[in-house]
């Protein structure tokens, strides 16, 4: 989301651009972790903003946004599970400004929602559970399958939409 990718920046950029003070913490106190964005360049901050604001259009339109911005994490050197987390937490404020910008369109859905709700539910739990215990080396070689599966769905969309059409006029 542009929002959180804004945000970042604006907490990394001084640092990046030096004009923070290096401090050696209290006693006691325990030191900071290095992360992803501790090492990210300038270009990459660029990127990760461009990449972010393309999604969210992307998402506004058609979905399918995380195809841009999941590959950037992980071009970016973020770890497979942190990008992902990253990224779904990433598309909430989307999804929400969707909600809001849709609401006429979403008059008379309260039956599909509550049909569908139960089964997105399951599916992200099952999905979450899946991966805080999967090992990341494991989740590292799905990423690419994963992504591709994705991919493949998003462009067989319209199809499935045009048979399920007829199925249920």
């Given at each position: 989301?542009?929002?959180?990718?804004?945000?970042?920046?604006?907490?990394r950029?001084?640092?990046?651009?030096?004009?923070?003070?290096s401090?050696?913490?209290?006693?006691g106190?325990?030191?900071?972790?290095?992360?992803?964005?501790?090492?990210?360049?300038?270009?990459?901050?660029?990127?990760?903003?461009v990449?972010?604001?393309l999604?969210?259009?992307?998402?506004?339109?058609?979905?399918?946004?995380?195809?841009?911005t999941?590959?950037?994490?992980?071009?970016?050197g973020?770890?497979?599970v942190?990008?992902?987390?990253?990224?779904?937490?990433?598309?909430?404020?989307g999804?929400?400004?969707?909600?809001?910008?849709?609401?006429k369109?979403?008059e008379?859905?309260?039956?599909?929602?509550?049909?569908l709700l139960?089964?997105?539910f399951a599916?992200?739990?099952?999905?979450?559970?899946?991966?805080?215990?999967?090992?990341?080396?494991?989740?590292?070689?799905?990423?690419?399958?994963?992504?591709?599966?994705a991919?493949?769905?998003?462009?067989?969309?319209p199809?499935i939409?045009?048979?399920?059409a007829?199925?249920?006029p």
């Amino acid at each position: 989301s542009p929002a959180i990718v804004v945000s970042t920046i604006a907490i990394r950029l001084p640092h990046k651009l030096g004009k923070t003070k290096s401090t050696t913490p209290p006693m006691g106190a325990r030191p900071v972790r290095s992360g992803p964005m501790d090492n990210l360049s300038a270009g990459g901050i660029i990127l990760l903003a461009v990449s972010a604001l393309l999604a969210g259009g992307i998402n506004a339109v058609a979905g399918g946004g995380s195809l841009i911005t999941f590959p950037t994490l992980l071009a970016l050197g973020f770890p497979p599970v942190t990008a992902n987390v990253t990224n779904t937490v990433g598309l909430v404020p989307g999804y929400l400004g969707g909600i809001a910008g849709y609401r006429k369109e979403l008059e008379g859905q309260r039956a599909n929602v509550r049909m569908l709700l139960p089964a997105a539910f399951a599916g992200a739990l099952v999905g979450a559970v899946i991966l805080l215990t999967t090992s990341s080396n494991i989740f590292r070689i799905l990423v690419p399958f994963l992504v591709l599966g994705a991919s493949l769905l998003l462009i067989a969309q319209p199809a499935i939409q045009k048979r399920l059409a007829r199925l249920h006029p």
